[in-house]
T-cell receptor
């Protein structure tokens, strides 16, 4: 138990659906992250939030829309996804952004797009 | 720009044998280095990290890693592995943003 929870753990959706992934951290951290983990590829950083403001967006398609209403919660809204978006989506948090900070990861949401 | 290369995608080893997982990096700035472990159906968990000081870093579960600046390496070692060490191991470098390698799957056989 790392103090970072993600729901749902598994999600199957069609390409026309809209769904949301939720992440919650109980560590009192100020920074939160979304990563995409695909088979045979390194983890890809998608979004970074610091004190509820987005500070990094690594050229992610607009069909992925993040939301950070407060420092404990992070959402990833999904719409009109493609089959190649099927992956494990990991949320992480850290005390703050910055070099050398340890990130604490949730268990991930495994997404399958049909 | 920075990158991380984990030279072995899979490492099979027998229980109680020693193991070394290799990691090389490149960066135009000074970096901090990390090893994370991912057990099946779980997120990543920090094993150890190098920020400064002694180049030999000890982590959880008996793992250690040595930072070698001249060879730009940060190899992970354990003198005697257990079945429970079966997992995916990720090396990561932090110059201005955390960048992960492709991972090494450690398979410990009885």
């Amino acid at each position: 138990e790392t103090g970072v929870t993600q729901t749902p753990r598994h999600l199957v959706m069609g390409m026309t659906n809209k769904k949301s992934l939720k992440c919650e951290q109980h560590l009192g951290h100020n920074a939160m992250y979304w990563y995409k983990q695909s088979a045979k590829k390194p983890l890809e950083l998608m979004f970074v939030y610091s004190l509820e403001e987005r500070v990094e967006n690594n050229s992610v398609p607009s069909r992925f829309s993040p939301e950070c209403p407060n420092s404990s919660h992070l959402f990833l809204h999904l719409h009109t996804l493609q089959p190649e978006d099927s992956a494990l989506y990991l949320c992480a948090s850290s005390h703050q952004t910055g070099k050398g900070e340890t990130q604490y990861f949730g268990p991930g949401t495994r997404l399958l797009v049909l | 720009a920075q990158s991380v290369t984990q030279l072995d995608s899979q490492v099979p080893v027998f229980e109680e044998a020693p193991v070394e997982l290799r990691c090389n990096y490149s960066s135009s700035v000074s970096v901090y280095l990390f090893w994370y472990v991912q057990y099946p159906n779980q997120g990543l968990q920090l094993l150890l990290k190098y920020l400064s000081g002694s180049t030999l870093v000890k982590g959880i579960n008996g793992f250690e890693a040595e930072f070698n600046k001249s060879q730009t390496s940060f190899h992970l070692r354990k003198p005697s592995v257990h079945i429970s060490d079966t997992a995916e191991y990720f090396c990561a470098v932090d110059g201005n943003m955390l960048t992960f390698g492709g991972g090494t799957r450690l398979m410990v056989k009885p």
